[in-house]
């Protein structure tokens, strides 16, 4: 199994609503990211989950609560976002425990969200 | 600042055309990697480059290495549609720190 799974492909929430976007990967690997994406631009890092402790959050507001229930699962809880969060978010993994040049990212399908 | 800049942002070529895609960065990077990101797609790993001077095929796909592992490039010959997508450039600098490029949108019209 060279996949990671993401659920689900597309969301539509309100700015009260919460809601959650999970992720799972069954290859072993020990680091796990998430990753916001605009359309036709790069995506930009927001979490990174090494050995399943929180290593790397960029700054990212608090309104985006990731979760890491055990290593092959990756939640990111979602509240009182803003149409502005509106975007691809991408769950990732990798082999090493936290990313390290030539280490191959594998890549979800990632969920579509929009905000209203 | 943009660690890794590609050019041209975006592209529009006929089937059949040659193109080349360009990431820059004024950086050393122990390593370049090319993704493609096709539309409702996550991105997917087409190569790493390691050594400079470097050049690797992958079908129609060249992609090579400068020197001074600074740049890199990705040229497609004779595109298809199925080339089209978002394609990325990333690497690692000395520090480990892990950067995307600024993407390069290709469509290839039949």
């Known amino acids: 199994d060279t996949e990671v799974t993401q659920t689900p492909k597309h969301l539509v929430m309100g700015m009260t609503n919460k809601k959650s976007l999970k992720c799972e990967q069954h290859?072993?690997?020990?680091?796990m990211y998430w990753y916001k994406q605009k359309a036709k631009k790069p995506p930009e890092l927001m979490f990174v989950?090494?050995?399943?402790?929180?290593?790397i959050n960029e700054s990212v507001p608090s309104r985006f609560s990731p979760e890491c229930p055990n290593s092959s699962l990756l939640n990111l809880h979602l509240h009182a976002l803003q149409p502005e969060d509106s975007a691809l978010y991408l769950c990732?993994?990798?082999?090493?425990?936290?990313?390290?040049?030539?280490?191959?990212?594998?890549f979800g399908s990632g969920t579509q969200l929009s905000v209203l | 600042t943009q660690l890794l800049e590609q050019s041209p942002q975006f592209l529009s070529i006929q089937e059949g055309e040659n193109l080349t895609v360009y990431c820059n960065s004024s950086?050393?990077?122990?390593?370049l990697q090319w993704y493609r990101q096709e539309p409702g797609e996550g991105p997917v790993l087409l190569v790493t480059?390691?050594?400079?001077?470097e050049v690797k095929k992958l079908k129609r796909l060249t992609f090579q290495f400068g020197d001074a592992r600074k740049d890199s490039s990705l040229h497609i010959t004779a595109a298809q549609p199925g080339d089209t997508g978002l394609y990325l450039c990333?690497?690692?600098?000395?520090?480990?720190?892990?950067?995307f490029g600024t993407g390069t949108s290709l469509t290839v019209i039949p």
């Open positions: 290859m072993g690997h020990r680091a």
């Open positions: 950086s050393v990077f122990s390593s």
């Open positions: 990732a993994s990798s082999q090493a425990g936290l990313y390290r040049a030539n280490e191959k990212l594998f």
């Open positions: 480059v390691v050594t400079g001077g």
């Open positions: 990333a690497g690692a600098d000395a520090g480990n720190q892990f950067y």
């Open positions: 989950y090494s050995y399943e402790k929180l290593s």
